[in-house]
């Protein structure tokens, strides 16, 4: 049974560095696009970045460009998300998620395996 689990969520000061962590058991990460979404209370949720199974990074918009970077580790079926000069505006629910698919997806938001989330809160 596949499963992903996030951790490391938690309160930051703006400007402040969190480090978001994607567990999987039942799948090896290695094989697959693994991507990062988030929402805010009162928000949809919008994708944040992606690694496809290749490697190539793929950014759901600019909102995290500069800011934002995703990672694996294979030695611990791990992928991170690095984020770094957090804002008040990131605050949301972390999720990672996956189609068991090579690519990163056009669309972040549709059916997939996700994560149960992360609440990360940016304030001060």
């Known amino acids: 049974q596949v499963q992903l689990v996030e951790s490391g969520g938690g309160l930051v000061q703006p400007g402040g560095s969190l480090r978001l962590s994607c567990a999987a058991s039942g799948i090896t990460l290695d094989y697959y696009a693994i991507w990062w979404s988030r929402q805010a209370p009162g928000k949809e949720r919008e994708g944040v970045l992606c690694i496809s199974a290749m490697d190539d990074r793929t950014y759901y918009g600019d909102s995290v460009k500069g800011r934002f970077s995703i990672s694996r580790d294979s030695a611990n079926n791990t992928v991170y998300l690095q984020m770094n000069s957090l804002k008040p505006e990131d605050t949301a629910v972390y999720y990672c998620?996956?189609?068991?698919?090579?690519?990163?997806?056009?669309?972040?938001?549709?059916?997939?395996?996700w994560g149960q989330g992360t609440q990360v809160t940016v304030s001060s």
């Open positions: 998620a996956t189609l068991m698919g090579r690519l990163c997806p056009r669309d972040p938001n549709g059916p997939a395996r």
